[in-house]
């Protein structure tokens, strides 16, 4: 009697941390990467740059890390601009505005892209590019 009252606590102590360590506010399973989360506002856009790794990552503190790389395929050096977008769940913008970013790109360079949201309700992000010239 007693070794099957163990074994019924047992496994429901191990049923019981099955679910594994908490998620931070925010956590989305939705895997990544996303294309649709890249926005090139020029169509010649299409030719000259590559967009590789678009990542969704959380912080310790629950906190949406947008990440993402460009990779320069034009014949000369690239003047982009770059505006990081994050979005709560139902896909409104939950930070003030967003601020465009001077990227200069050389041929065949890459530009590792990374910002971090600074509240814990966006949920998701959009990167839109253009050319600085436009």
Known sequence: MKTTALIAIAAALLVGCSSGPIRPHGFDDTPAPRRDRVLLLQSDLRSQIRVDDIVAEWTPDGRL??????????????????????????????????????????????????????????????????????
């Open 65 to 134: 890390v947008a990440k993402l790389k460009i990779q320069n395929h034009a014949d000369a050096p690239l003047h982009l601009m770059l505006k990081t977008v994050f979005l709560d769940r139902n896909g409104n913008r939950v930070e003030g505005a967003a601020v465009w970013e001077h990227v200069l790109l050389a041929n065949g360079a890459t530009h590792p892209h990374q910002l971090e949201a600074l509240s814990r309700d966006a949920y998701d992000f959009t990167v839109q590019i253009r050319s600085e010239d436009s």
